[in-house]
């Protein structure tokens, strides 16, 4: 009985069959799971922005993408600097649907510890800035994420652009690479909150004074705006001006601390919120002030963006450089800016009334008739969601040095302005002295703010973050206090912001079928085989006819 | 799509089984009974087994192949032949021939450690939407070791149910049935010492499985012959 050549002929050619099969899929890594951020979706003034949908359920496509792909029933993933925006854009422009987006950011933007070289990063700053710039004021009908590039997706586009070279997209009939994001319809954010946090720093008054204390303010915003609300760090726009803002708060508590050196001004230190929005925040905390207390702001200082400048700051003013308090102003800045070797040039931009487009913060002190200017290093007014802390503005993108510079700058001016020291020649906050600018101090409150994304309707009142800006300020000031208000209608925001994307490796559907088929075939000739060996063929062929008779039991 | 793969792998497990039932005479001879009665030692056995495993095996440290730990694994694996012995002779049958009861023990005990090694896993990965060949190949190792069982069975029957056999191939016997029952743990030493991939070991027993059983049915009828 050849039983023994017999299977090992089923044997060869199940092994060939084996074969053929492993050519249809390959082995590849075990499903993966990675962090993704979503493109941001709001509506502005009715109109859907942003990307509009959530889950994904596609199999995966990389660019270059094979001849006649159909792309609606697609994700694709493509590296950043490999994405031609032309192409995007005529998708968009064309209303041509892709099934899912997912853009893989380079490690660096993660990575803290990475020095930044200057001559990638200008193509990097330039391709991201176009990107959010499209992406953000375009309505996107499929779910956008951010994501990462590592090690991993490396290799997945490696494999998708090999089985994509054979000549198949990728689909249901032919296999390859699943990406699954389960997330839950985007809701909407019911009432956005911007909390605005404010401390005093009450002056001396004399014995005989009747009236109220001027008041200096210093304002800085401090939330964020982006593509990726979970990227948002916004470290220069505008992590740079709150920090500044904590060193003056702290740097004046100490002066004020004793009365001998309090000074004949209240300090007034306001972190707001609802910056990018047309600082409608700022808006709503000064018209939630008390008119005395308004009237009795001398002029207020408002830090935007000064975490990257070497030799020139800006003062950006919305009254006439001409007028007596603004050239008085400028000349405390720029005698001090000289003696540190840099200068402060000075931009005059009219507000109109009628325009409700607010491109500083000060315009919104100037409506309500408060003498203010914004100190930046940015020349001109930042476009409408623009310079609000976007990708590319991560921990690389401001640095302590500038900030100490402006603290300088700032504060010294303040300090002569406050105590009368016009034309003496000293330092007040001298390296050295008990008085001296804090790097490290700056440098910490810097990593924690570029580690924490700030996109205002996402920040609840009870923030950890929040509570952390509060407790910060009231250590260096008194009667510190946060105003909450609901954010102006016009914007209305969606939350499902962060996802976990899921990678599958899947088998086609014809593996199956022909997997069925083998198996099918091999438990048949199983059958055969068995009930040849044991009861003769003639029992096979019986089963086989299945005659009227009954089935004969054995005796 | 991943419930038909579930399906696939669950006939490829567990269909040769059925398969074996229905197309030898063991249908005929309805000899359910005896499988079923086979399945139950075999969860006893199983049982007795893991409490000793539990009792005598230190948690391995490091990866490597001790020795002493496989030897006692090799001992308790043992078990699993008292086991076959329990069922072979102690447990009371239906008048049925020599012949089918080791194939009803065999069977019964195979399909009882299919069941409970790889229906878990298999209904719990295969149904996911990731694919891996792993549960392609749990299948082949359950057919693998049917027909090992078989064999066992048979050479066990040899070993305990008859009383005749011819002298020389007593040793034979013992040798193959030790070889038998030490399979597990030669897989285990080219898994892990020798380190072979899954292919390649699931393709190891296959082999070794129709080669066992060739060399049992040989035995198996040089034993029936002198009858």
């Known amino acids: 009985m050849s039983i023994s050549s017999s299977s090992g002929d089923v044997l060869a050619s199940a092994l060939a069959v084996l074969l053929v099969l492993l050519a249809c899929v390959e082995l590849g890594d075990a499903a993966a799971a ?70 893989l950011l380079p490690e660096k933007f993660n990575d803290k510890d990475a020095a930044a070289n200057n001559d990638g990063n200008g193509q990097l700053k330039g391709a991201l ?21 590592d090690d991993n997706f490396d290799n997945l586009l490696a494999d998708i652009r090999k089985i994509a070279s054979s000549g198949q997209p990728a689909s249901a009939t032919t296999g390859g690479y699943k990406l699954v994001v389960s997330s839950p319809e985007p809701k909407k954010v019911a009432s956005p909150i911007i909390s605005n946090i404010q401390g005093w720093l009450p002056g001396l008054k004399g014995e ?26 916004g470290s220069d726009s505008n992590g740079s001006g709150a920090v500044a803002l904590l060193e003056i708060a702290r740097l004046f508590s100490r002066l004020y601390s004793n009365p001998k050196t309090r000074g004949k001004y209240n300090l007034l230190f306001g972190l707001t919120s609802g910056g990018p929005y047309n600082y409608n925040g700022t808006n ?7 008119q005395r207390v308004r009237e009795s702001i001398d002029h207020a200082i408002c830090l935007n963006s000064v975490g990257s400048w070497n030799d020139e700051l800006w003062m950006h003013v919305s009254k006439p450089p001409e007028n007596p308090y603004i050239k008085q102003i400028f000349e405390d800045f720029s005698d001090v800016s000289k003696e540190m070797g840099v200068s402060v040039g000075i931009k005059h931009k009219k507000i109109n009334v009628s325009n409700p487009r607010v491109a500083w913060e000060h315009e919104q002190f100037s409506r309500f008739r408060v003498t203010a200017l914004s100190l930046s290093e940015l020349s001109s007014p930042p476009e409408f969601l623009e310079s609000t802390g976007g990708l590319y503005d991560t921990r690389e993108s401001a640095d302590a040095e500038s900030i100490t510079r402006t603290v300088r700058v700032v504060s010294e001016s303040l300090a002569r302005h406050i105590y009368g020291l016009k034309g003496r020649n000293f330092d007040v906050f001298a390296e050295n002295s008990s008085l001296a600018i804090n790097p490290r101090y700056i440098q910490s409150w810097l990593d924690l703010l570029s580690r924490t994304p700030r996109v205002a309707p996402f920040l609840q009142k009870n923030d950890p973050f929040i509570a952390a800006l509060k407790k910060e300020l009231s250590e260096h000031t008194a009667d510190v206090y946060v105003q ?72 | 799509m991943t419930v ?34 086979a399945a139950v030692v075999y969860l006893g056995t199983a049982l007795v087994k893991l409490v000793c495993l539990a009792t005598f095996l230190k948690v391995p440290e490091n990866d490597k192949f001790d020795p002493y730990q496989e030897l006692m694994k090799i001992f308790i694996g043992f078990i699993d032949v008292a086991g076959l012995y329990f069922a072979l002779t102690q447990l009371t049958h239906r008048n049925i021939s020599q012949n089918h009861k080791f194939q009803a023990v065999g069977l019964g005990w195979a399909f009882a450690d299919s069941v409970l090694h790889r229906l878990a896993p298999l209904w719990i990965g295969a149904r996911g939407l990731e694919f891996t060949w792993e549960y392609i190949f749990q299948g082949l190792e359950a057919n693998a070791n049917l027909v090992m069982t078989l064999s066992l069975a048979a050479l066990g029957s040899l070993m305990w149910l008859r009383k005749n056999k011819p002298r020389t191939l007593v040793p034979i016997i013992y040798a193959c049935a030790l070889l038998l029952a030490t399979m597990p743990s030669i897989t285990s030493y080219l898994r892990r010492s020798l380190e072979w991939q899954t292919p390649r070991v699931v393709g190891f027993e296959l082999f070794s499985s129709l080669a066992m059983a060739f060399i049992s049915w040989q035995l198996f009828s040089a034993c029936q012959r002198t009858m």
């Open chain 1, 284 to 290: 709503k905390w000064l018209r939630s002030f008390d």
């Open chain 1, 129 to 149: 800035a176009e990107l959010e710039k499209l992406l953000l004021h375009e309505e996107v009908p499929y779910p956008v994420y951010f994501a990462f590039q």
């Open chain 2, 4 to 37: 038909f793969h579930f399906l696939n792998c669950a006939a490829l497990t567990f269909g040769p089984h059925v398969v074996y039932y229905s197309a030898t005479p063991l249908s005929e001879y309805d000899t359910i009974g005896t499988c079923v009665k």
């Open chain 1, 34 to 103: 990675v962090s993704v951020y979503r493109l941001i979706q709001y509506d502005l003034a009715g109109a859907p922005l942003g990307s509009r949908a959530a889950s994904v359920n596609h199999h995966a496509a990389a660019l270059p993408l094979p001849a006649g792909a159909d792309l609606s029933r697609s994700a694709l993933v493509a590296p950043l600097l490999d994405l031609p925006l032309a192409f995007l854009r005529e998708y968009l422009v064309q209303k041509k649907h892709l099934g899912a987006l997912l853009i």
């Open chain 1, 484 to 555: 909450s208000d609901v954010l102006d209608g016009m914007f209305t925001f969606y939350d499902a912001t962060k996802a976990n994307l899921n990678v599958y490796q899947v088998a086609s559907v014809t593996f199956d079928l022909l997997f069925l088929l083998v198996l099918g075939s091999y438990l048949i000739v199983l059958f055969s085989f068995l009930v040849i060996t044991t009861r003769g063929l003639d029992d096979l062929i019986n089963i086989f006819r299945r005659p009227p008779s009954r089935k004969v039991k054995g005796a």
């Open chain 1, 208 to 233: 005989g004074d009747t009236e109220q204390l001027p008041t200096i303010a210093i304002v800085a915003n401090y939330d964020t705006f982006g593509a990726a609300p979970e990227l948002s760090v």
